[in-house]
């Protein structure tokens, strides 16, 4: 059986998540626990020398590592149901709103990044959930804008079914509403987001229903 080595509250980790329970793939998931510095421990390192979650291990070589990589070989793989549009420029639009939450806004707000702020900047706490809404708010806006400039039929990101694009955006939503954000003005979003809500596959994988996520009260 697979395994994922993900982080109750990694984006990156739930991207895969989601995507493995779209595919309908068996998995067990090893947490990480990235805020203590386990993904430094030796025998972790060895899955992944760059530190980081997820990495997906299936057993027939290396592991797997960076969640849209992990999402394009999981579509190669298996492929139904199908991640990404049948032509060319629906899977580049697809790839581009993805691109968007998991290569622009993602990687400005992981604990590596928010640590530098505060060893190198003397950021506190305050000013860093400041910079880290500064920066999914960015992303989030400009998937809206996309989606509503492109006449795409359909109520998720590109079409009738869920796809790469729906996955980075609906874990950068998490990261956003977990500090507090909202989609005021953004009705395209709020639409993605409560078919991705309504859609088990999509909600189990949130991270506050992982084990090890903090509890209400």
Not at 25 to 52: C, K, M, R, W
Not at 83 to 109: F, K, M, Q, Y
Request: charged share 20%; with cysteine; net charge negative.
């Amino acid at each position: 059986m697979m395994k994922l080595y993900g982080h109750w509250r990694s984006q990156a980790a739930m991207r895969v998540r989601i995507a493995l329970a779209l595919k309908g793939t068996a998995h067990e998931e090893v947490s990480i626990d990235i805020l203590g510095g386990g993904q430094f421990d030796p025998a972790y390192l060895a899955l992944n020398p760059e530190a980081v979650v997820p990495t997906l291990d299936d057993g027939a070589g290396p592991p797997l590592v960076q969640s849209l990589a992990i999402l394009e070989w999981l579509e190669e793989m298996h492929p139904m149901p199908p991640l990404l549009p049948p032509e060319a420029r629906g899977r580049a639009r697809v790839r581009a709103l993805a691109l968007i939450c998991a290569a622009d806004a993602h990687p400005l707000v992981v604990p590596s990044a928010r640590a530098r702020l505060a060893a190198q900047f003397g950021a506190d706490e305050a000013a860093i959930v400041a910079w880290s809404m500064h920066w999914m708010t960015r992303g989030l806006q400009a998937v809206e804008g996309h989606l509503a400039r492109d006449a795409v039929a359909g109520g998720w990101c590109h079409g009738d079914a869920p796809t790469i694009a729906d996955i980075c955006l609906y874990s950068l939503y998490a990261g956003y509403e977990q500090r507090g954000g909202r989609l005021d003005g953004m009705p395209n979003l709020a639409r993605v987001v409560a078919l991705c809500e309504a859609d088990p596959r999509f909600a189990a994988a949130h991270p506050l229903r992982q084990p090890g996520a903090p509890r209400p009260g």
